[in-house]
């Protein structure tokens, strides 16, 4: 008899579920890290300038994601809901929702991005005529092929839901395998491939993206013996309008929340740019490397989040409680791992990417600064996930766009002294670390209503 893929999350033991939960999560976002660490290992051969060119286009598919966000967490949460209220057809309305807005969204961030691309990587003044070109380039391929990343974004959301973790996770070792591949045979024009540099990395990208979200959807038909709330979506057929609004109501926070807090990064991006287009390298790259902790963090809130919905749904709170508690020291321990990590080795870390002196001395301070907040990052994340899971969306979009956004004055204030570009360094660590206090103050108040 084939072995179930979806866990039941509103019973049994809280440790034994969140983490059967969480770990193939964990271990996706593992692989994600690791997807674009290589990726950005690879470009680095090709300099800084093509680090900074693809560190741009790469901001506007981050910025992009807030779309995807609306519909992924609008999906999951109130998929995850009615789960744990035993309404499976309310479950399907809803998830053929989320996908039916976030095709939408793709198309429509696709068009605008390819027909203003000079434009969008104008605002960022690169300074440097290459690597405007390779910003430009990189984003026509990625932005104008997103919508396999939204519907991949918003089909582990669904799954995971429904407690299933282990198809995404399957998805992603495919994925990370063809992109380990592709890498250096596009970027360096290996074998009887042309060297295609930036448009190599493009191309890869969106090639494991579309085989990913493939994999996804054959599990759902695959899904033999069991219910699976994908099965049977007839997506060009509308549903009822409510659920449309409750895939709006509950996303619409988070994706404002995201979108504002990438804009926000944009503009420190900028700030950073004034200081060279290695400052920019540094930054993008630092941001990849810093995903270490941010995805797995990242993984762990997705399972909290589906954990706390559906018990929600259930209406047990005492176990929402119990499973915050274990997700808090979970992540909190794995942030100080990164954080002595990153305080204790920022030069080989940044051999691997920089070459340049200059250059690798700014990768350097910015890990050794960046590092300091990693805990309190983690925990920021993993909270946000469980009050999205209790619904309170608004409420994490307050906090994260009032104390994200007290980055812009902090940043100028301590880049116009003494300490340069490290100030916009320390401007990320101190906000990460009050908001990881305030979250989890939130739902200490939140979770006891």
């Known amino acids: 008899m084939k072995r179930s893929r979806q866990i039941t999350l509103t019973e049994g033991p809280i440790l034994r579920s969140l983490v059967a939960l969480a770990v193939p999560i964990m271990a996706s976002s593992f692989l994600n890290t690791v997807y674009s660490i290589t990726d950005m290992a690879w470009i680095g051969m090709l300099g800084s300038k093509a680090v900074a060119g693809v560190g741009v286009g790469g901001m506007y598919i981050w910025l992009s994601q807030g779309l995807s966000s609306l519909a992924r967490m609008g999906g999951q949460v109130n998929v995850a809901q009615a789960f744990g209220r035993g309404r499976q057809d309310e479950a399907g309305a809803f998830a053929k929702a989320a996908l039916q807005i976030v095709v939408v969204f793709g198309l429509l961030f696709a068009l605008v991005s390819v027909i203003f691309t000079k434009e969008l990587v104008a605002l960022f003044h690169l300074g440097d005529a290459q690597a405007v070109r390779y910003a430009e380039s990189y984003m026509r391929i990625t932005c104008g092929l997103v919508i396999f990343s939204y519907l991949t974004v918003v089909l582990t959301g669904i799954y995971t839901a429904q407690g299933d973790s282990k198809t995404p996770l399957l998805a992603n070792v495919i994925g990370l395998v063809l992109n380990m591949v592709l890498d250096p045979v596009l970027i360096l024009g290996l074998g009887p491939f042309p060297r295609m540099e930036v448009d190599g990395a493009a191309i890869a990208t969106v090639s494991a993206q579309f085989i990913v979200m493939m994999v996804m959807i054959l599990g759902a038909g695959n899904s033999r013996g069991e219910y699976h709330v994908l099965k049977g979506i007839r997506i060009l057929k509308l549903t009822e309008k409510k659920f449309y609004r409750g895939v709006f109501r509950i996303g619409t926070p988070t994706a404002i929340q995201g979108t504002v807090y990438c804009m926000i990064s944009m503009a420190l991006a900028r700030m950073a740019a004034a200081f060279g287009p290695g400052a920019v390298a540094v930054q993008r790259v630092g941001g990849q490397v810093e995903a270490v902790s941010w995805n797995t963090a990242d993984g762990f809130a997705a399972a909290i989040n589906a954990f706390t919905a559906q018990n929600y749904g259930a209406g047990q709170m005492e176990r929402v409680r119990n499973g915050y508690r274990i997700s808090f020291w979970t992540t909190a321990v794995w942030g100080g791992l990164i954080t002595l990590i990153f ?29 300091i907040g990693e805990a309190f990052m983690c925990v920021e994340l993993m ?11 608004k409420l994490c979009s307050v906090i994260s766009i009032i104390f994200t956004g007290a980055r812009i004055p902090l940043a100028l204030a301590l880049s116009g002294t003494a300490l340069g570009l490290k100030g916009i360094w320390w401007a990320l660590t101190l906000s990460s670390m009050v908001k990881g206090i305030l979250f989890t103050i939130a739902f200490r108040y939140a979770s006891a209503d």
């Open 343 to 371: 305080l204790c080795f920022p030069r080989p870390i940044s051999q691997v990417f920089f070459y340049e002196a200059d250059v690798l001395r700014e990768s350097v301070g910015y890990l050794s600064i960046i590092g």
């Open 383 to 393: 909270t946000v996930g469980a009050l999205s899971g209790l619904g309170k969306t």
